[in-house]
């Protein structure tokens, strides 16, 4: 005798989770709405028939609720928000129905499910967007202190305003200044230093990380690549042989424009917002410096600046530097030059 196998389709908020349950034929078990808390989704579990086949969109909250199923040994995948248009184009939409569409895409096999990285890389994933969102307070808080000295009408060093020994002979040279602004500038920078010692703990809790060590070092093997470019690289790709082929990670990264084809016509659109933002914005900082330390790149920019403008040139190396970060992320070697291999 076959055993039936059923289907949860779980619509996912911050609070509560609206759940349906169905047959492979589609026949309605239950459904309902839990409070989304760790007991109540293993109650759910252990009141609804085994085995069953878990779908739900990827949203914020979806991380701990898809590793807290996994760990009761429950089969769980994560649809891709952008692809599951038939919830986004209902007529009709509640979080009962968006539910019961899950339910349905997913016995269906029309269930775009998205990759989910293990779960210590999403750990440390967030460990690196946290990194990153100090380093753009950091940058706010100069530019701020800079935006109040040139309201004062102070002059100073535009290159040596952020250097720790110019900032204070500076604030001690300050006369006709209000009071008040001495006291924000010397806030201003006690921040900046606080925020540059804890990203620099973070990163290099990082990089020293026993399951990214060494596959930093190989991929800051490649001329041009920096510990955060690897570290970006790793932990927001997570698994390199998710992708098969480079123009698979470059459309990952962001890093092509939009195509539209129709009718025999094709039309190139600007670079694609489906993408990484993390990825995409590292890999563009990178591809303007590379070409400075490596050779290949060099090259690449300067063919693509003689066919078109800068931003062609950068876009071309940052494609380049994507198939170098997964040859060597794949084949776990070091990155070797063309010139070094022909001797």
């Given amino acids: 005798m076959t055993q039936t196998c059923y289907y949860v389709g779980m619509d996912v908020h911050k609070r509560t989770i609206s759940f349906c349950v169905k047959t492979r034929d589609g026949e309605l078990v239950r459904k309902g709405k839990i409070q989304s808390t760790k007991s109540a989704l293993k109650e759910l579990v252990e009141r609804t028939e085994q085995p069953l086949t878990i ?12 590793d807290f199923l ?3 040994g429950q089969d769980v995948d994560v649809g891709h928000p952008y692809k599951l248009r ?8 509640n979080d009962e129905i968006d539910a019961e569409t899950l339910a349905d895409l997913r016995r269906t096999d029309f269930f775009p499910k ?3 990285a293990p779960e210590e890389i999403r750990d440390l994933r967030s460990v690196l967007r946290f990194r990153n969102l100090l ?14 000295l040139m309201g004062a009408g102070v002059e100073y060093s535009k290159e040596k305003l952020h250097g720790k020994r110019y900032f204070n002979k ?8 209000p009071e008040s602004l001495v ?19 973070l990163k290099n809790g990082l990089v020293w990380h026993p399951l990214l060590r060494e596959r930093i070092e190989l991929l800051m093997s490649i001329p041009g690549v920096g510990e955060i470019t690897a570290l970006t690289w790793a932990l927001e790709v997570g698994e390199p042989d998710r992708f098969k082929r480079v123009r698979d990670a470059v459309s990952y990264c962001g890093l092509c424009s939009a195509l539209h084809s129709s009718a025999g016509k094709t039309r190139r659109g600007p670079i694609s917002k489906q993408r990484n933002e993390h990825l995409q914005t590292i890999l563009i900082e990178a591809a303007k410096l590379a070409p400075r330390w490596n050779p290949q790149l ?46």
């Fill in 298 to 343: 060099r090259e690449v920019h300067d063919r693509e600046l003689g066919r078109g403008d800068r931003n062609r040139a950068t876009l071309a190396v940052a494609r380049k530097l994507v198939a170098y970060l997964m040859a060597v992320d794949k084949s776990r070697k070091p990155f070797v030059l063309r010139e070094e291999e022909s001797d």
């Fill in 135 to 148: 380093v753009r307070v950091m940058v706010k808080m100069k530019n701020s202190a800079a935006g109040m």
């Fill in 183 to 201: 006291r924000m500038l010397g806030m201003s920078r006690s921040s900046v230093e606080f925020f540059q010692d804890l990203e620099r703990t």
């Fill in 114 to 116: 998205c990759y989910m």
């Fill in 170 to 177: 500076l604030i001690d040279s300050l006369d006709d200044v």
């Fill in 55 to 66: 779908a739900m969109e990827a949203t914020l909250f979806s991380g701990w609720i898809y």
């Fill in 86 to 93: 038939a919830i986004a184009d209902a007529k009709k939409k």
């Fill in 70 to 72: 996994k760990h009761l």
